[in-house]
């Protein structure tokens, strides 16, 4: 089966920390694959998760949202903790527990509900429910200029090389481009998980 002979073909092996080498090959339905590369499109709440700690005491916060989301509906911010999802703790170490806690955070379908208890960044606890969407992917974000002692900074978030990128990064170059006398520019890709070559090679370019 060709499923099985790719994840052969992976290593197994882990870092020093304990974590997979290969975290980047993979597969995917082929229409959910072009729906998301082409045009951005996904099931979801708008949240990118950021996972601080995989396993007990597990760590785990929003690392960005997507405007006009569930996720911003809800009020989630960056930097927000989950505690509960779905009545299991973050902490579950049973099989079905993770599985709980998996399909409420990667959402499989439109329309899945899942309830989360969340700690907001200001130390809040509160209980919200996500629908899952069709999530369109911001790719740019945050365009600004910041003043600083030593000159005007440019400013962009740049989270995948897709193809729906190229018109928000033209955008956004033109943005910084005209009249605002940058002097550095911060391109932020933490939290890039790459893409298609050409546009890497247009952003360059540009």
């Known amino acids: 089966d060709p499923l099985d002979y790719f994840d052969v073909l992976k290593t197994t092996g882990l870092s020093p920390t304990g974590a ?50 569930p996720a911003t509906d809800n009020g989630l911010l960056r930097g927000a903790r989950i505690l509960e999802i779905d009545g299991v703790d973050i902490n579950a170490d049973t099989q079905a527990g993770v599985d709980v806690l998996n399909a409420g955070l990667f959402p499989a379908s439109l329309g899945e509900s899942h309830d989360f208890t969340i700690q907001d ?24 200029v910041i003043d600083t002692p030593t000159g005007r900074v440019g400013y962009m978030t740049f989270t995948a090389f897709r193809a729906p990128s190229e018109a928000a990064l033209i955008d956004a170059i033109d943005t910084l481009n005209q009249g605002a006398c ?25």
């Open 121 to 144: 960044p200001d130390g809040t606890v509160r209980s919200i429910t996500m629908v899952s969407q069709e999530i369109t992917v911001a790719t740019v974000q945050n365009t600004d």
């Open 182 to 206: 940058i002097y550095d520019l911060v391109l932020d890709l933490r939290y890039n998980g790459g893409g298609f070559g050409d546009i890497s090679s247009q952003l360059g370019y540009m």
């Open 20 to 69: 997979p080498k290969d975290k980047f090959h993979f597969t995917d339905d082929s229409l959910e694959y072009c729906q998301l590369s082409q045009g951005g499109v996904s099931a979801g709440y708008g949240v990118t998760w950021a996972f601080l700690s995989t396993i007990p005491p597990r760590e785990l916060l929003v690392a960005y949202t997507e405007p006009n989301t």
